[in-house]
């Protein structure tokens, strides 16, 4: 039982990418899923965050009108489309999953352990 980010890359300003949240031996039903990024010498960022019924998204102010967060129908992968990259978004990005998380994620803590975490994924933005 493990969730499995997947998608990072090396892109230049400008491009995109599509990470990839896949849950393994379970779903996502209940669960609030939220990104978060990761770069050296600074705390976790809270980057986006969807509740369990989709109905709800949050945003990192330094990333709302270029990323998109959504999940699938069968409830087992959550997405974020990240167009319009650029190079402060570099940094290791992971998933996270959590009945509670979504909560957590819009009142602004983003250092909680959540339930479930994936591995992180490297995206490297160059200018």
């Known amino acids: 039982v493990q969730l499995q980010a997947s998608g990072g890359g090396s892109v230049q300003a400008g491009g995109s990418l599509r990470l990839s949240c896949a849950a393994i031996?379970?779903?996502?039903?209940?669960?609030?899923v939220g990104w978060f990024r990761q770069v050296p010498g600074k705390g976790r960022e809270g980057v986006s965050c969807?509740?369990?019924?989709?109905?709800?998204?949050y945003y990192a102010d330094s990333v709302k009108g270029r990323f998109t967060i959504s999940r699938d129908s069968a409830k087992t992968t959550v997405y974020l489309q990240m167009n319009s990259l650029k190079p402060e978004d570099t940094g290791v990005y992971y998933c996270?999953?959590?009945?509670?998380?979504?909560?957590?994620?819009?009142?602004?803590?983003?250092?909680?352990?959540?339930?479930?975490r994936g591995q992180g994924t490297l995206v490297t933005v160059s200018s």
């Open positions: 996270a999953a959590d009945p509670y998380l979504f909560g957590l994620c819009i009142s602004g803590d983003h250092a909680s352990s959540f339930e479930r």
């Open positions: 969807i509740s369990a019924t989709a109905e709800r998204t």
């Open positions: 031996g379970f779903t996502l039903d209940y669960y609030g």
